[in-house]
């Protein structure tokens, strides 16, 4: 997978983790990722990874280590995503 995918699967990962968590309902234009979410066999693996990074985030990437954390999360974030056979 290249990085514009890793980019952009993460990013429609964590909107679709975020939108949940807000209370939006899974409807006809939902995208497929935010759709598969709920029923996904590790959402909760999922939810932790987001959390876990979020209380790390500091309001900014400044530093290449700080760059790296965030690459690591999107590769993990989608990793753990695709790791389940559908």
Partial sequence: ????????LSTEIVE???????GAEIGLFS???MKSLI???KFEELKTIFTTHIS???GEYKTTE???E???FRYNIVSTYQSVKK
């Fill in 1 to 8: 997978m290249e990085e514009k995918d890793v980019l952009e």
């Fill in 16 to 22: 679709g983790i975020t939108k949940l968590a807000m």
């Fill in 31 to 33: 995208n497929k990722v």
């Fill in 39 to 41: 029923d996904h066999p």
């Fill in 56 to 58: 790390k985030f500091k």
């Fill in 66 to 68: 700080e760059l790296k």
């Fill in 70 to 72: 965030l690459s690591d």
